[in-house]
């Protein structure tokens, strides 16, 4: 099955600076590269995706960068708040999964005021 | 706003009682999952339904039965559950099959614990 590692599991930034978190996956059929955002008792939400035909996207502060000969795709966050602070999970898809997806372990994103 | 709507929030139960999690969505979507959620973990898969049939069951104990009696609704019977079965359980949905799998709309969770 799919392999999906995350790094690092914290992270802790002052507010105003950016952060970076890496996943690693291991399907070379994976397509879908897709970032969840989950607050403390909340749900998870998708904050941002990207398609395998693609190399890189940005949606105002954040941005996800994929590199599929490496098999690694990235979160980008820029000028941190506080309300950032969640844990932000990956969670590739494969067509050997019939396209569910494989969810990291999460990291968890401290934005100290 | 949830477009996946779970009931109850909160549930309490003792190791012989019997409930039910309730999972609606109006999106038209046509895949609905199942999964547990502990702390400080992922959420980890456990059913899916496939326009209304059971498609993925992760070997999930007998204890555990889903249904899904329309499109738009999703059920989890429980019954005769342990303390470690104490979790969040959250419902999702997509599109469809395929590639219509993602990306996910999670609801709020039902938060279970067992007695």
């Known amino acids: 099955g799919e392999n999906v590692e995350q790094h690092p599991s914290t992270l802790s930034v002052q507010e105003g600076d950016s952060a970076v978190i890496k996943c690693t996956y291991s399907?070379?059929?994976?397509?879908?590269f897709p970032w969840y955002k989950q607050e403390l008792g909340k749900r998870p939400q998708l904050i941002i995706d990207?398609?395998?035909?693609?190399g890189e996207k940005k949606d105002q502060r954040i941005a996800v960068t994929l590199n599929k000969t490496a098999k690694h795709f990235s979160l980008h966050i820029t000028e941190t708040q506080p309300e950032d602070s969640a844990v932000y999970f990956c969670?590739?898809?494969?067509?050997?999964?019939?396209?569910?997806?494989?969810f990291g372990r999460g990291t968890s994103l401290i934005v100290h005021p | 706003d949830t477009e996946v709507t779970q009931t109850p929030k909160h549930l309490v139960m003792g190791m012989t009682n019997k409930k039910s999690l309730k999972c609606e969505q109006h999106?038209?979507?046509?895949?609905m999952y199942w999964y547990k959620q502990k702390a400080k973990k992922p959420p980890e898969l456990m059913f899916v339904y496939s326009y209304e049939k059971l498609s993925i069951n992760e070997s999930v104990p007998s204890r555990f039965s889903p249904e899904c009696p329309n499109s738009s609704l999703l059920n989890l019977h429980l019954h005769a559950l342990q303390p470690e079965d104490s979790a969040l359980y959250l419902c999702?949905?997509?599109?469809?099959?395929?590639?219509?799998?993602?990306?996910?709309?999670f609801g709020d969770g039902t938060r279970l614990s067992i007695l």
């Open positions: 999702a949905s997509s599109p469809g099959r395929g590639v219509g799998n993602q990306p996910q709309h």
């Open positions: 969670a590739p898809d494969s067509i050997r999964r019939s396209y569910i997806p494989t």
């Open positions: 999106m038209g979507h046509r895949a």
């Open positions: 990207i398609r395998s035909n693609v």
């Open positions: 399907d070379s059929a994976s397509n879908y």
